[in-house]
């Protein structure tokens, strides 16, 4: 029940959420007693308790509620208008990119783009880079030259829960791992 409370959230507080009659603020909260309203009309758990499990038993961290407890949002991963503010971070010299090989010319030719996301999301380890790949098939990892790339002037940001965020990476900073 968790897991299907926690796949509605990703979709309301990243991608559509007039689906649950929530407006977004502009840093991507939306009010917590809107939430559970919606997961009520939805016959979902809507009491708090069971809100605040989620977002604290989520494998990947992906929620976060404000300190207060009135709102909640997505860390990140959004294809909706949203500004988020994690801290600009000086990255490790490399980063990893867990992908499949169907991808691989495109990316080869073109670099890593945010597609529908706002940003390419980058891990720090090969191993959380495979689970990401993993997610499409077989997974190929691509190591990313991010110390270099910083050095061009790239910038990144480090969200909360430890993804790396970037506007794009160039092909010439990406290597096949
Ligand atoms: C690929 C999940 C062709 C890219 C994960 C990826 C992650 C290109 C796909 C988070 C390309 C986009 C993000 C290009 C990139 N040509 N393909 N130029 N540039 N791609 O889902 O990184 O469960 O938007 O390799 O665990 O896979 O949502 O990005 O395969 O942390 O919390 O286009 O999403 O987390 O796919 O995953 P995505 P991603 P959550």
Redesign the pocket.
Known sequence: MTKSISKTL?LWLRHAPERAGLTLDSAGWAPVDGVLAALARKRLPDDPDTLHRVVADCD?Q?FELSPDGSLIRARQ?HSTAVDLDWPVAEPPEHLF?G??ER?LP??LA????P???HH??LSPDIETAS??GA??GEPLILRIAAGAMARAGHVFHLSSNG?WLADEVPPEFIERS
């Open positions: 990703s990947k992906r991963g990119h992908t499949v991808f495109q990316i073109e670099g890593l783009k597609m529908a996301r390419v999301h689970r990401v997610r499409r993804v």
